[in-house]
Every structure is written in structure tokens, then in C-alpha cells.
């Protein structure tokens, strides 16, 4: 399952980041998820009550925070949000030389714990 792997790096990252921080139990973490990594929230919370259990994170509540997908443009710098609907040029110049800037990644951004 897709979303699995992506549930185990984030509760990893979550272990560590509460060792490094030394929580004894965590009850929140907020991670943002991309929306071009194809991760469906649903499952995401569905794998992460699974892959939690045994751990300091038990019983902690996954806030997820969708990132739109964006890309810079190569040929004249605009950023934009890449849609099917352009065949993913830029708006701007109709380039099809961009860079994906946002949107791929998957980040820990904060751990709530005591
Ligand atoms: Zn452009």
C-alpha cells in the first residue's frame, strides 16, 4: 500500500523527533503531505492509528495539512499552480520549462507532547 510507506517514514520521524526533544508520550503530530505524492488522507489516518500502536505516539491525532502542487516556471520565473486543464504550462509565458517547487514532499512540521 502507498500510503502505508508513507505512514511509516512519517511515525519514524515522529520517534525521532521525540527522542530528540525527549517527549515521554505524544499526543499530536502535524505533518504536511503534498499533493503530488498521491497520499489520501483517509488512509493516512487509517494506517497511522495501526503503525502507532506500541509506541510513545499511541493515541496521538495526525493533523494532515495539504500542499498544493506549484512550479516555477523556467523561462520566466512565475510560480503557478500546474493544472491538466493548460497541459501544465505556464500562464504566464506558455513555457513548458518548469520546475516543481511544492507539492512532492512530505514534512513533519510540529510534535505536541509531554
Ligand atoms: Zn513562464
Known amino acids: 500500500m502507498h500510503e502505508m510507506s508513507y505512514v511509516i517514514r512519517l511515525v ?3 520517534l525521532q523527533a521525540a527522542e530528540t526533544e525527549g ?3 505524544v499526543f499530536e503530530i502535524h505533518a504536511d503531505i503534498g499533493k503530488m505524492t498521491g497520499v489520501l ?3 493516512m489516518q487509517k494506517y497511522y492509528k495501526k503503525a502507532i500502536e506500541g509506541t510513545i ?3 496521538s491525532r495526525l493533523i494532515i495539512n495539504e500542499v498544493a502542487v506549484k512550479a516555477r516556471c523556467g523561462s520566466c520565473s512565475f510560480e503557478y499552480e500546474p ?3 493548460h497541459d501544465y504550462l505556464c500562464p504566464a ?3 513548458g ?3 516543481i517547487i511544492a507539492g512532492r514532499e512530505m514534512t513533519l512540521t510540529q510534535i ?3
Open 57 to 59: 505516539l499511541e493515541n
Open 93 to 95: 509565458c506558455g513555457s
Open 83 to 85: 493544472d491538466a486543464a
Open 41 to 43: 488522507p483517509y488512509y
Open 112 to 114: 505536541k507532547g509531554t
Open 97 to 99: 520549462n518548469c520546475r
Open 23 to 25: 517527549l515521554g508520550s
Open 12 to 14: 519514524n520521524k515522529a
